[in-house]
């Protein structure tokens, strides 16, 4: 067997599998890649729905709570209507 022809088998089996290995290395980069591209365009889609949904929140936000000013102003005026009822019953009871 003569050496030229041995060089070439082993640079053309190494050639093979390097271009074997290589393809296998381009075809999950590019699987990669794609899988990126659908998570990105779920992201956005998720973003979006969340923007939406803590709009609608912020939006809902004065039907479900109150404001501290009008929760004190009504104290004061429930406040104010117990010192009636007080004043009252301890008018009643001096009369008696």
Do not use: C
């Not at 393809?23 to 890649?33: H, L, V």
């Not at 998720?46 to 109150?66: F, H, Q």
């Not at 406040?79 to 301890?90: A, Q, S, V």
Request: no cysteine.
């Amino acid at each position: 067997m003569d050496t030229q022809f041995l060089y070439n088998a082993i640079f053309g089996v190494v050639s093979f599998l390097g271009g074997w290995i290589f393809k296998m290395i381009w075809s999950r980069i590019t699987d990669i890649d794609n899988d990126l591209e659908g998570l990105e365009k779920h992201h956005e889609e998720d973003l979006k729905e969340i923007r939406k949904e803590m709009g609608e929140l912020a939006l809902s936000l004065p039907e479900k709570y109150v404001a501290k000013q009008d929760l004190e102003k009504l104290i004061d005026f429930i406040n104010e209507r117990f010192n009636k009822l007080e004043n009252k019953i301890d008018d009643l009871k001096e009369t008696r």
